[in-house]
């Protein structure tokens, strides 16, 4: 059975690559806005969703397992994306310095007629940052295509003092949990 990856991240890509799986990717080109009623599990679970279904539906008669992923970081109850600029940037690592932010992320799975949605979330503290720090750190570029505006992966794990939970959810790739549940749904062993 072929899998598809149904992101253009080149992390998530790393992730099922080091793992051995063999896979095509097919980025999901869909909406990615959602309520501001939603709970950060809703809008990652809701986004995956939608990304599962645009590319499942082109693969549609396939002998094929799609999957698909979204990730958020919190902080104070306020998801936090993509950083828009330097600026942005620079407040978001400022306001998770020193402090203990959540990275959520929600996966499908999804083949003819069986899908499912899950989740997971890892608590990440960082240490205290210097401005300076930051402002280094902003200007290697690395910050400016992530969730939260860090790589824990990279360079921004410098700033990571510890984390509780799922390292590759960081990464945004809860690889492990994706693997169960292929396994539950599909009865497929991707490792092999």
């Not at 679970?45 to 958020?72: F, L, M, N, P, Y």
């Not at 992320?105 to 949605?117: D, Y």
């Not at 997971?120 to 402002?135: A, G």
Request: aromatic share 8%; proline share 3%.
């Amino acid at each position: 059975m072929k899998i598809i990856l149904a992101s253009k991240s080149p992390r998530r890509k790393e992730i099922l690559e080091a793992m051995g799986v063999g896979f095509e990717i097919d980025v999901a080109d869909v909406d990615e806005r959602v309520s501001d009623t939603l709970s950060p599990v809703e809008a990652v679970c809701e986004i995956s969703e939608r990304k599962a279904k645009a590319v499942s539906q082109r693969h549609e008669g396939e002998d094929c397992i799609v999957i698909s992923a979204d990730t958020v970081v919190v902080i104070d109850g306020r998801i936090i994306g993509k950083p828009k600029d330097a600026e942005d940037a620079f407040n978001i690592l400022k306001s998770l310095s020193g402090r203990t932010h959540e990275v959520y992320t929600g996966f499908t799975v999804c083949s003819e007629g069986k899908s499912k949605t899950d989740f997971e979330v890892t608590k990440v503290h960082f240490k205290q940052l210097c401005d300076d720090d930051i402002r280094r750190y902003i200007a290697t570029g690395e910050p400016m295509d992530k969730a939260g505006a860090y790589g824990i992966q990279q360079k921004g794990n410098l700033f990571v003092d510890y984390i509780h939970g799922d390292y590759y959810n960081v990464v945004g790739f809860p690889i492990s949990k994706i693997c169960v549940t292929i396994k539950e749904l599909f009865g497929i062993n991707i490792l092999y």
